[in-house]
């Protein structure tokens, strides 16, 4: 019997955890899932006999390196921050490693290491970054094979809220980790358009209306995504004169953003008292000019620059942030403060549903014909436990893990999934599940 640790149980782990264990009889699998909180582990392995829940605090490495030691391969659905705890771990006890998030700079030293052991360390194997990868990767490769040339390439990819469960201004509930929702787009982007690289700073991230038309859901807002241009040459598209991933929200939920960052709610780093602190005053903390007999509202509404009977002034009063309540959380950061109105404002109710879009526009040329070919992906989740997020995230690296475990793959080395014997097996299996994409041309 082959044994697969799994560290982290999140919510974007339950449907991983599903199918593991679905599969653990049939392929004789035994997992171990680690988690700070044995109840979540718990809540979702059962009472499975090929499951063991661990209560883990993954930095203590004595703790964690007995489990390592047992494990034929390793998942980790951690903060990004604790991965390469694992990952120097996995280098010294020779275990694989799979997990969804994004490739640091901190791994990439491990590399020389990682060829050395005959290791496969596959990184970004979850939605966004993953799912985009390997069905944009299977399109341009096609495109290439029939002679084709691409000059432009955009894609786009959301976590968002189904119709039926959008009930809130922000149009908009927390399908993942909600710390990642406050601090998405803290660094800025940068990306290339009509030959020309772009850099937008964070605080002109969300200012702006641009929009997609998505097939049956309509006009999305999008802002770019992180750094576009590191994917131009994983992509083998270091020439073309467009080039541009980017995340999806409904169009309020950007204005309201960019309120929460002009007033800088989102700054993490210094920490304040907030006992006694009414949240008011803490979201006004910005504003250093006041008009004498403005209400907290009114104050807040001019700085921004909008009517306080605005949309946006609807969004700050449903989170909580323009009332007299006392924060009362000890010594935290804006951004700390925030994700506890997130968590609690905007959470999802056990019968809500949430909704995956992603869209490739990708444009070329073949027999001097210029063609434009879209792509898109539209999955809707169960319910706020097993969610669309945790099916587009948690089944990639399922499926993986299956494809290691049968030897299927005999990939070694330091790799995101770009590469066609990861993408074909991965995306033909994940058809079964209905996450399908729909092609048209124009």
Known sequence: MKNILLFGAGRSATVLIDYLLQNAARQKWHVTVADHDLQLVKSKTGKSYYATPVALDVTDATAREPLLAEADLVISLLPPALHILVARDCLRFKKNLLTASYLDDEVKKLQPDIDAAGLLFLYEMGLDPGLDHMSAMKLIHSIEKKGGQIFSFKSYCGGLISPESNDNPWHYKISWNSRNVVLAGSAGAVYKEKGKVKEVSYEQLFDHNKTVQVPSIGKLAYYPNRDSLGYMQSYNLENIHTFQRATLRFPDFCEGWNALVKLGLTRDGDKQATDQLPYFQWASQQVTERTPGL?????????LGVSSKS????????????????????ERSNADILQHLLDTKLKMESTDRDLIVMLHEIEFERRNLPTRINSFLIVQGENATHTAMAKTVGLPLGIMAKLLLSDKVGLKGLHIPILPEIYNPVLRELEDFDIKFVESFE
């Open 311 to 330: 949309k946006v002034i609807r969004q700050l009063k449903f989170l909580g942030i323009l009332n007299g309540e006392e924060i009362n959380l000890g």
């Open 295 to 303: 209400s907290h509202e009114e104050t807040i509404a001019q700085y």
